[in-house]
């Protein structure tokens, strides 16, 4: 409660991200003073994905034609609830999704993202466990593990916002599986490791 009467008090920015043909143009509305927010997601899906290879990306190439041209990401530090993020049905939308879709007459998306239970989540620790790289890469893995999670995160709102009648367990099972890749990709590419138990 106090985190978002603070949030309110300080004020939102937000940063325009064109990530590619493939997705939809992102609007992230991130706390004033935390720019760090919205450069982590930029990360995510303009240069972390475009890195992912043709196989992994397909998880989600049936998702992507179905979204709308443009997506309001809201990032915080932390959800009151504890989940990661929420895609936000139509007519639940917050003020900014509401006003770009009066003055546009289109359909926005809008979802939220809480960044720092993300940057602390670990979807799969045995197998992280299992591949510890040298010394010298940790911090290269860790940046990559977070910007590859935070992509997970994101993608797997998407999906709900695509196609909000999908069960969970099958949109949760495409982002572990999508995520899982990324991961073995880096560790194939970087390391010359398999990632995984």
Known sequence: MLRELLDRIRGREQLLVRAGEEMPLIVI??????ASYAEAL????????????????????HVLPRLPWLVVAILRPRNACSCLGHHHPPGTEGRIARRLKADTGMRVGELDLAIEAIRQWEPLPLAALAAQPPPELRT?????????????????????????????????QRSNEF????????????LGASYGI
């Not at 930029?42 to 190439?61: F, G, K, N, P």
């Not at 593990?145 to 909000?164: I, K, N, Q």
């Not at 995520?179 to 970087?190: M, N, P, V």
């Open 29 to 34: 509305s991130y706390p004033r003073g935390n």
């Open 179 to 190: 995520y899982s890749a990324s991961l073995r990709e880096f560790f194939s590419q970087q």
């Open 140 to 172: 290269e893995l860790n940046e990559f593990r977070f910007h590859v999670a935070l992509l997970s995160v994101f993608l797997h709102e998407l999906d709900h916002l695509a196609f909000p009648e999908h069960d969970e367990r099958e949109v949760r």
């Open 42 to 61: 930029q990360i995510a899906v303009c240069q972390t994905y475009r890195h992912l290879s043709d196989e992994t990306r397909r998880r989600y190439s």
